[in-house]
């Protein structure tokens, strides 16, 4: 491991020194490359879909984990776009000269080498390790065991671009030891790597947030929220919430728990039945809502449940206030919303809840780095330091002070 993770830091003080020009023409050719083999991408992916079937993975995680060549092109494109960002790295975020006229500039810097430890979903390895090669880092990314060769697949093709162009493959690279024990291993070789993001289940955050001595930025469970306010717009309403549950359930940013105001609540339930029932969406839901609809009754614990699947829980509450109060006690701080038409309500809205993503008439579905302008994203920080939020090349740096001076010593 110790070798491995020396050959890894070796290779990403390499990539730290590449110009922008090269780093961005590099990606084109990953794309490219990733678009030429999309044939061995599908047939790796399927060993894995069928693995995945065997051992009964939920129809949310099967889609998440389902690769074909649509899915493939996209990933292409998602490093096109991130070929095509302004560069992060040599950016003067501060400059000033001080009283002995020394010129200080705060400059941003890439972070080093990365672990990225993440679950099913296998774009996330080309996503991750484009933001990381293009923000001048080495990423180490260990994906779920139920995506390992689609892993492979494409971790492969990456490392060869940077062979055929005479950098270091250990830039781009898959944990070798897949196990708990080598991710245990990884996470207190602080020497040698820089930063963690884990991206997955609450168990696997929990484990490595308590383990690590590594910094960690956590990429958090997705309990997200939608409040419909009484002076929301019934069709706005609607068509958000409907969309944030089922356009694509199995993912972090989809709505888990939808509260409704008391005002409007005999209006709106009905139809918003209607219009889960046509998706089949299983619906939960507090006494109140009972009262008005027929669905099951959701219990104390589906307000701390993220589902990943194609079930929603429905609260009815009295006003802003009791919304407020329950997004602040069950939300994961991820990405929560409101629908409503009165301005000063959808401040106080966004002023109070203290989550990384807070939206005004508009779905969740929106936190995520690509619909952000950022190409993908390593994750969605639900941690205040450094980043929060979906993480961009920005997002992977760090910053040094470089000081001119002129023969000045301290007095």
């Not at 990314?141 to 093709?157: F, H, W, Y």
Request: hydrophobic share 35%; net charge neutral.
């Amino acid at each position: 491991m110790e070798k491995f993770l020396q050959k890894a830091k070796e290779a990403s003080r390499v990539i730290a020194t590449l110009s922008p020009k090269r780093k961005s023409d590099i990606l084109m050719q990953m794309a490219e490359k990733l678009e030429k083999y999309y044939k061995d991408i599908v047939k790796a992916n399927k060993e894995d879909m069928s693995l995945g079937r065997k051992f009964d993975l939920t129809p949310a995680l099967l889609d998440r984990l389902f690769l074909d060549k649509e899915r493939v092109f996209k990933m292409a494109d998602s490093l096109r776009e991130i070929a095509i960002l302004k560069e992060p790295v040599g950016r003067v975020l501060e400059g000033w000269i001080n009283k002995d006229n020394l010129r200080i500039e705060k400059v941003s810097v890439p972070i080093g080498v990365i672990g990225i430890i993440y679950e099913s979903r296998p774009n996330v390895t080309s996503d991750t390790a484009a933001l990381c090669f293009k923000s001048g880092n080495g990423c180490i990314l260990k994906g779920g065991k139920e995506a390992m060769k689609s892993n492979v697949a494409i971790a492969s093709i990456l490392s060869s671009v940077l062979e055929e162009n005479n950098l270091p493959k250990e830039a781009i690279t898959l944990l070798p030891d897949y196990s708990r024990e080598g991710v245990s291993k990884l996470i207190k070789m602080d020497k040698y790597v820089d930063l963690i993001i884990p991206r997955g289940g609450e168990k696997l955050i929990r484990y490595i947030s308590q383990n690590s001595i590594v910094p960690v930025i956590k990429h958090d469970k997705g309990l997200c929220h939608t409040y419909i306010h009484e002076k929301a717009d019934i069709k706005k309403a609607i068509s958000i919430s409907v969309n944030a549950k089922v356009q694509r359930p199995g993912v972090c940013n989809a709505l888990e728990t939808l509260l409704v105001d008391k005002t409007v609540a005999q209006t709106i339930l009905p139809i918003l039945k209607e219009e889960f029932d046509k998706h089949s969406t299983l619906l939960k839901g507090c006494e109140e809502t009972l009262k008005i609809i027929d669905i099951q009754k959701a219990t104390e614990d589906d307000w701390d449940k993220e589902y990943l699947e194609n079930i929603l829980s429905i609260k009815v509450v009295s006003d802003l206030e009791e919304a407020i109060t329950h997004i602040q006690r069950y939300s994961s701080f991820h990405s929560d919303a409101i629908v409503t038409e009165d301005y000063s309500v959808a401040e106080e809205f966004l002023n109070r809840i203290d989550s990384s993503c807070v939206y005004v008439n508009a779905s969740t579905r929106f936190t995520d780095g690509g619909e952000f302008g950022f190409g993908a994203e390593v994750g969605i920080s639900t941690s205040k330091l450094h980043s929060r939020g979906p993480m961009g090349i920005n997002d992977l740096t760090t910053y040094k002070y470089k000081i001119y001076g002129d023969g000045q010593v301290r007095e």
